[in-house]
């Protein structure tokens, strides 16, 4: 009987974190890093350099289908109304979580000491590069969505929104042109949209040694149990949440808004929401989210091509909650009381900094450090939660990309376009 990916990826996880484990009692980290890791690396890069090209033709694939603009304004509409409505409760939940639970509050004094000294060099580099972010100007993320050169764009993963709004541009234009003069360039892009879903496909072979490979390289460079210990509350509290969004929201909302079964929406996006905890890279699993969501939800390419490329640049609703739970650790951990206003504006705040996030490894910290100079809190406290950040930043991308799934299941059915799969297994596709 052959494995579904997804298992062969779950064996690779699990594997992967037993190896490490053995290897890290053995004292043999350095073996592991050099030449185990660069697989993982490599496999993580192979995802990174087929997901601009893929946001590109499949955008424009999807964009030139559409019979007008009225349509394409219709799946912008409700895109980005429900990631705003569901970035906003995943910071509610962070923070009625951190205000009930206050995790800030059993940490003392002499752990608050040790986590600061030992981390206040990575905490520092966040910060500078958060300084210079503010230094340009209350609307600079404005004009950084508008490119002055797009192939500079195109060659930069951060710069997705970049490339997003040249595409949906250019997809306008196919709209807007004669249908005979249009013809030839979505043909192009079709078939060029067959050749790149066919190269992640080859991609997807090797994910479970990728897997393995990152795993192993975890085990080994987490700091000592005695470090994080004292974390622990902070960390169950951002796991909490995670929880409840992923597992109580989202289904919550497709009961209410699709009807579609919850069961086997996980079931179809199970590959994507493993690799997004092994990779911790929104970017990097959205190849594999959209084959989940497309062919395995039933979404049709049109609207996925839209939502979730646009979702893995500015819907991240597990980074949003766990800035607020973050925020709220920190300012406790210095005996700090914020108010009811201070809060509210840490709502606000996530909420609209989650769109300049970029969907890479660990790129929440720097957004968190505006979120905190906005709140008054001590910026230096972000050193507090560096020890246990890999592990939460594993679990919030997972919560990521499972918001993505949802909101683009729930758009497709709003305007008819979600159709029954015809599920595929990976390995078949190549045949």
Same mark, same amino acid.
């Given at each position: ?5 997804? @298992? ?26 050099? @030449? ?67 995790? !800030? ?15 206040? !060099? ?50 306008? !234009? ?88 919850? =069961? ?64 709220? /650790? ?9 108010? /009811? ?34 709140? =008054? ?38 305007? !008819? ?8 297994? @990976? ?5």
């Amino acid at each position: 009987m052959k494995l579904a990916l997804h @298992w062969k990826i779950l064996i690779g996880l699990v594997t992967g974190l037993m190896f490490g484990y053995f290897m890290k009692i053995f004292g043999a980290n350095a073996f592991v890093t050099d @030449w185990i890791k660069p697989f993982g690396t490599v496999f993580i890069n192979l995802l990174k350099m087929i997901a601009v090209p893929l946001i590109v033709v499949s955008l424009i694939t999807g964009i030139s289908e559409l019979k007008d603009i009225s349509q394409l304004s219709k799946l912008g509409s409700r895109t980005v109304i429900l990631y705003l409505c569901t970035t906003m409760i995943a910071v509610t939940i962070g923070l009625i979580l951190a205000n009930i639970v206050s995790p !800030g509050k059993f940490i003392n004094e002499e752990s608050r000491q040790t986590l600061i000294e030992n981390f206040a !060099g990575d905490a520092g580099k966040k910060i500078e590069l958060a300084e210079t972010q503010k230094s340009k100007g209350p609307l600079q993320p404005l004009m950084d969505i508008v490119p002055d050169n797009i192939f500079n764009s195109l060659s930069n993963n951060g710069s997705m929104l970049q490339v997003i709004l040249f595409v949906i541009l250019l997809g306008i !234009g196919l709209v807007l042109i004669e249908p005979e003069k249009a013809k030839p360039v979505s043909d192009f892009f079709k078939g060029l949209n067959d050749v790149i879903l066919k190269i992640i496909d080859l991609i997807m072979l090797i994910a479970p040694i990728g897997v393995f490979s990152l795993m192993a390289a975890l085990m080994v460079e987490i700091p000592d149990y005695s470090v994080l210990q004292a974390l622990i509350i902070y960390a169950i509290t951002v796991v909490v949440g995670l929880l409840i969004m992923t597992y109580i929201v989202y289904p919550g909302l497709l009961k209410m808004l699709t009807k579609y079964p919850v =069961g086997k929406f996980f079931k179809a996006i199970a590959p994507a929401q493993i690799l997004a905890f092994s990779t911790s890279s929104s970017a990097a699993t959205l190849p594999v989210t959209m084959e989940c969501v497309v062919e395995h939800v039933g979404v049709e390419e049109e609207v996925a091509s839209f939502v979730l490329p646009l979702g893995a640049t500015v819907n991240m609703d597990g980074t949003s909650l766990y800035q607020a739970v973050a925020a709220i /650790f920190i300012a406790q951990a210095f005996s700090l009381d914020l108010t /009811f206003s201070q809060q509210a504006m840490i709502v606000l705040t996530a909420t609209l900094a989650s769109i300049g996030t970029a969907a890479v490894p660990s790129a929440g910290m720097v957004t968190l450090v505006i979120i905190l100079g906005q709140a =008054g809190i001590p910026e230096a406290g972000l050193a507090l939660i560096f020890a246990i950040d890999r592990p939460l930043d594993m679990l919030r991308t997972v919560t990521n990309i499972t918001s993505d799934a949802t909101v683009s299941t729930i758009v497709a059915s709003s305007v !008819g376009l979600l159709k029954e799969p015809k599920p595929k297994e @990976w390995n078949d596709k190549l045949k």
